[in-house]
């Protein structure tokens, strides 16, 4: 372990009670519980993740976010002083084809657990749960409590995140560490998301006689050329961290046949917001632009859409978590990386804006080689390092 020398007796005692046993014995029965989003199957997890924190000795509540989904809430008490939130979610993506070996199967492999979730982000919520355990058979005295908060619909919309922060107050933390997989590099920013839908209307005609119609998909393709040409002005921008903000088209439904002037053509559109951006602006810049277009010269009529937005975040270099964190991969164990960006987007945002905590993010498996691809797969190791550098980070920022 990496500079065991400037690890306290009292930190050594924690990190004796986190085992590779424990870890993979908590993450293969998470990975083992489904949780696909959409359609929304959370329900299995929770009740792995409830069971899992209720026999180690933690306060747990769950709150219902929609029938059969409920976000979790697992407490390690403290004093009466700030504490410290860690944030994960229960939902995974879907399957998908390709797989080798049984999606929610849990096989451990050469050192590596398979499954979908192993690593975004069964894995990190098992390291949290044992590194919870840990601090509370240690009976470590801290001066606030420590959370773990895995919330439901991460993957999709964000519905459990919203309910977590509209059902208290959450400003009281020393700081948030979202165990969403970062390959143990310790993240200060990331770019937010939003989804942009742009509807454009027309009038259907016999294909026969075009004229008589108003194409909606002639339309939307010039909706789709200028949101091109916007992205590649937005790389002109790009933030030191995390890089440009970017448009990716993803989805194009229009039409009822062959031999019918299309009345009617739907865009889906992501776009990546920088830390400091709002949905709000870029839903107003979105609408000029479209506006711009004239499409209502050629009777075409167009509506645009903000359906989902999840900001993003920044947080000091020099803030005393970032610090910390940093520390802490290194005393576990853990590689000595950068600083870094982080160009996917979380839930972290959320608790930065709505609640004004720090954010970083930290957490074992890779999202670039891992996340949402079949056979996916955490190596077991990384998960001991982060339950260690989490329990570190606790005792750190909430003791003395």
Same mark, same amino acid.
């Given at each position: 372990?990496?500079?065991?020398?400037?690890?306290?007796?009292?930190?050594?005692?924690?990190?004796? =009670?986190?085992?590779?046993?424990?870890?993979?014995e908590v993450a293969v029965d998470l990975v083992r519980a489904v949780g696909q989003n959409p359609p929304g199957e959370e329900g299995p997890t929770v009740d792995v993740l409830v069971a899992a924190c209720e026999a180690r000795g933690l306060a747990v509540t769950t709150t219902e976010v929609e029938p059969g989904r409920s976000n979790v809430s697992a407490v390690l008490t403290g004093g009466s002083g700030p504490g410290l939130l860690l944030l994960g979610h229960t939902d995974v993506v879907p399957v998908g084809d390709n797989w080798t070996v049984p999606p929610f199967g849990g096989q451990v492999r050469d050192g590596r657990l398979f499954g979908r979730g192993s690593a975004d982000m069964?894995? %990190?919520? @098992?390291?949290?749960?044992?590194?919870?355990?840990?601090?509370?058979?240690?009976?470590?005295?801290? +001066?606030?409590?420590?959370?773990?908060?895995? /919330?439901?619909?991460?993957?999709?919309?964000?519905?459990?995140?919203?309910?977590? =922060? @509209?059902?208290?107050?959450?400003?009281?933390?020393?700081?948030?560490?979202?165990?969403?997989?970062?390959? &143990?590099?310790?993240?200060? @920013? #990331?770019?937010?998301?939003?989804?942009?839908?742009?509807?454009?209307?027309?009038?259907? #005609?016999?294909?026969?006689?075009?004229?008589?119609? *108003?194409?909606?998909?002639?339309? $939307? $393709?010039? /909706?789709? +050329?200028?949101?091109?040409?916007?992205?590649?002005?937005?790389?002109?921008?790009?933030?030191?961290?995390?890089?440009?903000?970017?448009?990716?088209?993803?989805?194009?439904?229009?039409?009822?046949?062959?031999?019918? /002037?299309?009345?009617?053509?739907?865009?889906?559109?992501?776009?990546?917001?920088?830390?400091?951006?709002?949905?709000? +602006?870029? *839903?107003?810049?979105?609408?000029?632009?479209?506006? $711009?277009?004239? =499409?209502?010269?050629?009777? &075409?009529?167009?509506?645009?859409?903000?359906?989902?937005?999840?900001?993003?975040?920044?947080?000091?270099?020099?803030?005393?978590?970032?610090? +910390?964190?940093?520390?802490?991969?290194?005393?576990?164990?853990?590689?000595? &990386?950068?600083?870094?960006?982080?160009? @996917? $987007?979380?839930?972290?945002?959320?608790?930065?804006?709505?609640?004004?905590?720090?954010?970083?993010?930290?957490?074992? %498996?890779?999202?670039?080689?891992?996340?949402?691809?079949?056979?996916?797969?955490?190596?077991?190791?990384? &998960?001991?390092?982060?339950?260690?550098?989490?329990?570190?980070?606790?005792?750190?920022?909430?003791?003395?």
């Amino acid at each position: 372990m990496a500079d065991r020398e400037a690890i306290t007796e009292a930190e050594h005692a924690v990190l004796d =009670l986190i085992t590779l046993d424990e870890i993979r014995e908590v993450a293969v029965d998470l990975v083992r519980a489904v949780g696909q989003n959409p359609p929304g199957e959370e329900g299995p997890t929770v009740d792995v993740l409830v069971a899992a924190c209720e026999a180690r000795g933690l306060a747990v509540t769950t709150t219902e976010v929609e029938p059969g989904r409920s976000n979790v809430s697992a407490v390690l008490t403290g004093g009466s002083g700030p504490g410290l939130l860690l944030l994960g979610h229960t939902d995974v993506v879907p399957v998908g084809d390709n797989w080798t070996v049984p999606p929610f199967g849990g096989q451990v492999r050469d050192g590596r657990l398979f499954g979908r979730g192993s690593a975004d982000m069964k894995g %990190g919520l @098992a390291a949290c749960v044992v590194a919870l355990s840990a601090l509370r058979r240690a009976g470590v005295a801290l +001066t606030g409590p420590v959370e773990l908060a895995a /919330v439901v619909d991460e993957e999709e919309t964000g519905k459990g995140i919203r309910a977590y =922060l @509209a059902d208290g107050d959450r400003s009281g933390f020393a700081g948030c560490v979202v165990a969403e997989p970062t390959d &143990l590099q310790t993240i200060i @920013a #990331a770019r937010g998301d939003s989804y942009v839908e742009i509807a454009v209307t027309g009038r259907a #005609a016999h294909s026969g006689k075009p004229s008589d119609g *108003l194409n909606a998909i002639y339309g $939307a $393709a010039a /909706v789709v +050329t200028e949101l091109e040409r916007w992205h590649g002005e937005l790389s002109d921008v790009r933030h030191p961290l995390v890089g440009a903000a970017t448009w990716s088209v993803g989805q194009i439904a229009g039409g009822t046949g062959t031999s019918t /002037v299309p009345a009617e053509c739907l865009i889906t559109a992501d776009r990546r917001l920088l830390p400091d951006e709002k949905g709000e +602006t870029v *839903l107003a810049e979105t609408t000029g632009r479209i506006e $711009a277009l004239r =499409l209502e010269e050629r009777g &075409l009529g167009v509506a645009v859409t903000m359906t989902m937005q999840m900001p993003g975040f920044e947080t000091a270099p020099d803030h005393r978590l970032v610090a +910390t964190a940093k520390r802490a991969v290194g005393d576990a164990g853990g590689p000595d &990386l950068p600083l870094a960006g982080w160009t @996917a $987007a979380c839930d972290g945002g959320f608790i930065a804006r709505d609640a004004g905590v720090p954010v970083i993010v930290l957490g074992p %498996g890779s999202v670039a080689e891992q996340a949402h691809r079949a056979d996916e797969s955490v190596s077991l190791e990384e &998960l001991v390092v982060a339950a260690r550098a989490y329990a570190l980070c606790a005792m750190r920022l909430l003791t003395g």
